[in-house]
């Protein structure tokens, strides 16, 4: 088996749960990525992983109720709010505050709303970049980092692949990015959240297609990326999902 395997993790809001469910499932079959590299909740998830914390110790931190705030106040509040209880969440949880100290390398996804342009950080400030890295546009306030204001990675590249390709051999993509045909949109908040998938999603395509293993996590497409109190179901969606590609993934790296 190869050594030098890079996973790549989508945004999705909540569904990125299910990114938990994919790492315990590769875990369990030996497969333990040398680097991540992610977008809005997929940097999220990952920075978890790559700080040491378990898929199993993740799942239950995905439970503590400042967690659960993380992507609900956007639509709560009439103005956009800041970041507070993300950057809580992850002070408490992360004691060194670099993307240095991480046992995994890492790479985050943000959008630098000022050039126009993707960037991936991989160095320095490790929190700052992660809250960028999940601040939805029109949700919430956003984050500035050395005079520059950035919002959620997934704007302009939603699977950052790139970083992977240049230094693993192999690479697993992950989506719960929802794309699929919805028969019924009402309302201004499925309409915007709608608006925001599709969006995303027309920067994946091409970037899923250069991963070696590319996965969709369909089932979690039914879960909105609000979906705050499906935690445990996103998990064995992603689990399941991924335990059915296995013999796939097993024969390909």
């Known amino acids: 088996m190869n050594n030098n395997i890079g996973l790549v993790l989508s945004g999705g809001g909540a569904r990125g749960a299910a990114h938990i469910g994919v790492l315990q499932a590769l875990n369990e079959n030996g497969i333990f990525p040398s680097h991540i590299s992610g977008a809005s909740a ?73 050039s126009g342009a993707n960037e991936i950080i991989s160095k320095g400030k490790l929190i700052e970049s992660i809250i960028a890295s999940c601040a939805i546009p029109l949700l919430f306030k956003p984050v500035t980092i050395n005079e520059n204001l950035y919002v959620d990675g997934g704007v302009l590249n939603n699977l950052p692949i790139e970083p992977l390709l240049k230094s693993c051999e192999k690479t697993i993509g992950i989506s719960v990015c929802t794309h699929l045909f919805k028969p019924e949109i009402k309302g201004l908040k499925a309409i915007s959240e709608r608006c925001i998938q599709l969006a995303i999603w027309n920067t994946m395509q091409e ?5 070696d293993i590319s996965i969709e996590i369909d089932k979690s497409f039914s ?30 790296i």
């Open 42 to 114: 997929g940097a999220l998830i990952g920075a978890l992983y790559c700080a040491g914390y378990s898929p199993l110790e993740m799942l239950e931190l995905s439970k503590n109720h400042t967690f659960l705030k993380i992507f609900k106040l956007g639509f709560i509040n009439k103005s956009l709010t800041e970041m507070t209880h993300l950057k809580e969440f992850l002070h408490h949880v992360i004691k060194n505050d670099s993307f240095e100290n991480l046992k995994t390398p890492l790479f985050v996804s943000v959008t630098n709303l000022n």
């Open 223 to 252: 879960y909105s990326m609000f979906s705050l109190k499906n935690t445990d179901e996103l998990f064995k969606i992603g689990y399941e999902t991924t335990m059915k590609h296995m013999n796939e993934i097993l024969e390909k």
């Open 207 to 211: 970037r899923f297609k250069k991963c």
